[in-house]
């Protein structure tokens, strides 16, 4: 079995400035009716905090920081950033 959720709460601070943060879980091998196998090692959970620019009628700027909630070797934290145009 497999279980994925996502949550996302978005803020208006300003007529074009939006603040977001999200929150994911996947698990691809989950017990969650007393079938298959309870691996911990293979869950994925991130928490994403950022928001949208919108600098002209028909652009949009995304800047968002990832954290990867799990305990690996080094960082692997992500910045991810996004410019739209709109046509």
């Not at 994911?24 to 969650?32: A, G, R, S, V």
């Amino acid at each position: 079995e497999q279980i994925a959720l996502y949550s996302e709460a978005i803020y208006q601070a300003y007529k074009s400035i939006w603040l977001k943060a999200k929150w994911d879980f996947w698990d691809p091998n989950t017990n969650l009716f007393g079938i298959g196998k309870n691996i911990k090692k293979d869950r994925i959970q991130r928490v994403t905090l950022g928001g949208d620019i919108y600098l002209y009628r028909l652009a949009d700027l995304k800047l968002n920081y990832r954290f990867n909630i799990e305990t690996p070797q080094k960082s692997n934290d992500e910045i991810l950033t996004q410019l739209y145009f709109f046509f």
